[in-house]
């Protein structure tokens, strides 16, 4: 007897004939005694439509109204594919985030899972119910609903497991397994059978939007496995562990090329060449919860004053400029600029450590491609280069050709 948690994307529900192809999948896979769980995301694009639509109504939703807006979609698709399984004489039942025991922190559109309290989940299962289960919201200690940022589906799938302690998590998608870079941006990318939940992690937080990076983190943390796998058509994906068991995946130096377009630029210019002054900045910042990424400092055409240039998701750069603003009169420096045209262009890998040519492996095959690389930054295991926006499709081409050869 198994207990599997299985998890269906936008596009895996996008219709109801797409539902019915993975109810009719899942009976068909099931054995007598196996108890499913089906984590499952709203219908296609809904969640983008839902996010046009409040830009419609208010041009700075209240966050908490925004995420009762958008765990609506999820909504839909539970009930849906709940009424799917009962037609096929299936028990099974529905069941939102916060019934089914999913508890986050009150950061409203970007909440993070406390914990999956997992009672009446199990309850239905032993009432032998499929149980369908929202992804994407929870419930604050508020009260209120929230959701988990884009893509939250995949974090709950893993949560949820992690809670049950189930014996698999899958994530169902759109596309094979995970690639050495996105399939549909470079034809010749490579489906990779394992990799490991750093690699993952990184390959996520710079762009590889087949998983949320916060639900690697969380398989990470509790220890779940997760196979990434394709809704329609039945081969192996890959499978994301702690190590590597396959010979043949450990020996490589760069895993894999991301990019990212959903990056902005924001310059600071002119601020005093003085202690204190990057930390006043980044912790207006954090205060309210924007990330930031590729931060740079560099002396300003202005003496004693620096330019201190830094990235952040394109969402955040309004309110992260309102922020700033605030700090001007105080800080006296001159001006904010921001440009949104940009991408961010990333080669990911543990091996690339004390591997000194990678570096310029990327750069090279940048510039053969006449790119300008307006910030480079490093981790221990990435090297990122923001680019023009609009070169960003034969950047990942180029770079992942350099690193993988056989398949350019
Ligand atoms: P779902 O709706 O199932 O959650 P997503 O659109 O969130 O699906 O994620 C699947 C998509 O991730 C694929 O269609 C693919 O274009 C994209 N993707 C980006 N990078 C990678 C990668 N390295 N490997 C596989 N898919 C990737
Ligand atoms: N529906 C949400 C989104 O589009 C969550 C998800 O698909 O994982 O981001
Ligand atoms: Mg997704």
């Known amino acids: 007897m198994a207990l599997l948690v299985k998890k269906f994307g936008g596009s895996s529900v996008a219709t109801p004939e797409k539902i019915y192809h993975l109810v009719d999948r899942v009976l068909a896979e099931k054995k007598p005694d196996d108890r499913i769980v089906i984590v499952v995301s709203a219908m296609g694009d809904t969640t983008d439509d839902l996010v046009t639509l409040a830009g419609r109504v208010s041009r700075h939703m209240p966050k908490r109204e925004m995420d009762m807006l958008l765990a609506t979609g999820e909504q839909v698709s539970i009930a849906l594919l709940a009424a799917a399984f009962q037609e096929r004489g299936q028990k099974a039942v529905s069941l939102t985030g916060p019934q089914a025991g999913v508890r986050t922190n009150a950061n409203h559109t970007k909440a993070g899972i406390l914990e999956v309290k997992p009672d009446r989940i199990l309850k239905e299962l032993d009432d032998g119910n499929v149980v369908v289960v929202a992804g994407f919201q929870g419930l604050a200690d508020t009260g209120d609903i929230t959701t988990l940022g884009r893509g939250g589906s995949d974090t709950t799938a893993v949560a949820v497991a992690a809670g049950l302690k189930a014996d698999l998590c899958e994530i169902y998608t759109d596309v094979d397994g995970v690639y050495t870079a996105d399939p549909r941006v470079v034809p010749g990318a490579r489906k990779l059978k394992e990799i490991t939940f750093g690699d993952m992690l990184e390959l996520a937080r710079l762009g590889a939007g087949v998983m949320q990076p916060r639900a690697v983190e969380y398989g990470e943390h509790t220890g779940v496995d997760i196979h990434v796998r394709s809704t329609f058509h039945n081969v192996e994906g890959t499978i994301i562990r702690r190590n590597y068991t396959l010979e043949a995946e450990k020996e490589y130096v760069v895993r894999g090329v991301t990019s990212d377009v959903n990056v902005a630029k924001i310059a600071v210019r002119g601020v005093k060449d003085l202690p204190g002054v990057a930390f006043r900045i980044f912790d207006a910042l954090a205060k309210v919860n924007i990330d930031v990424d ?25 309110d992260a400029v309102g922020v700033l603003e605030t700090l001007k009169p105080d800080m006296g420096f001159s001006r904010v600029d921001m440009e949104a045209n940009v991408a961010k262009v990333s080669v990911v890998g543990a091996g690339m450590l004390g591997n000194p040519g990678i ?27 923001l680019i023009p926006r609009d070169q960003v499709e034969i950047a990942v081409n180029a770079v992942h050709d350099h690193f993988f050869p056989e398949q350019a």
């Open 294 to 318: 590729m931060i740079v400092q560099s002396a300003s055409a202005v003496p004693e004053k620096n330019d201190i240039t830094f990235t952040c998701q394109k969402a955040d750069m309004a």
């Open 359 to 385: 570096a310029a492996g990327m750069f090279g095959a940048l510039a053969a491609k006449n790119i300008n690389l307006i910030i480079i930054s490093t981790s221990e295991i990435s090297i990122s280069c």
